[in-house]
């Protein structure tokens, strides 16, 4: 079945240490989004990506890095300078075209929980 | 920023009561759809409605949307305990060849038996 894949469920982050979280998906979607997400808040956009190689920050991107090599694969790297990494984060992707499309549903991952030690 | 602000941010309710949650949003949209999140889990599509409807029904869902005032609402007809979880109101709009999702806080919903 297609869908969005969000690799470890749980990690562990040292202090000054960098992690990075997997996200995969196969629904042949252009775009993908990463979600930050603290404890009984709302979804706060960290990156954001609509095709290959290309990214663009959102509104929590510092402390953050991404990639986008492959249109299945957008992976988040938590670096040393986030100093409150502690939270859930959340993948999705959409289906888009260049002119954008009214129909196009978001799909989630499970999400990974995030937590320094 | 978000863009999205549901209202209440939280709602408890009996069984059987019905639910309605709001969302307003700031620009202007392709379409708006509403997710349910249990917790520490990913979110689930409910539904989504496009720019140029004005209501939409799936089950026990109907969810309304006014592009004059920039909201919306979800409602849940005859609710049940396992309806318990975070919804959350999200917009696409598409700007500088980007589609951009905006998410709200979030409406907790609590339904009890």
């Known amino acids: 079945d297609g869908g969005i894949t969000q690799s470890p469920k749980y990690l562990f982050r040292k202090e000054g240490q960098n992690v990075t979280l997997s996200c995969e998906q196969n629904l042949n979607h252009d775009a993908m989004y990463w979600y930050r997400q603290d404890p009984g808040q709302g979804l706060r956009l960290i990156y954001y990506s609509q095709i290959v190689n290309d990214f663009q920050k959102g509104d929590i991107a510092e402390g953050y890095s991404v990639s986008r090599e492959k249109k299945e694969s957008f992976p988040l790297t938590v670096t040393s300078a986030q100093k409150n990494p502690t939270a859930f984060y959340l993948c999705?992707?959409?289906?888009?075209?260049?002119?954008?499309?009214?129909?196009?549903?978001?799909?989630f991952g499970e999400g990974s929980w995030l937590t320094v030690v | 920023s978000q863009q999205g602000e549901e209202d209440p941010q939280a709602l408890s309710i009996q069984e059987g009561e019905n639910a309605t949650m709001n969302c307003s949003y700031k620009t202007s949209i392709n379409n708006l759809q509403w997710y349910r999140q249990n917790s520490g889990r990913g979110l689930v599509h409910l539904i989504l409605?496009?720019?140029?409807?004005r209501e939409k029904h799936s089950g026990r869902l109907r969810v309304t949307l006014d592009t004059s005032k920039k909201s919306s609402s979800l409602l849940i007809t005859a609710s049940r305990a396992a309806d318990t979880a975070s919804y959350f109101c999200a917009t696409v709009s598409f700007s500088g060849g980007y589609n951009k999702l905006i998410f709200g806080a979030g409406t907790r919903l609590a339904v009890h038996p």
């Open positions: 999705a992707s959409l289906k888009s075209s260049a002119m954008g499309q009214s129909g196009n549903t978001i799909y």
């Open positions: 409605i496009r720019s140029n409807e």
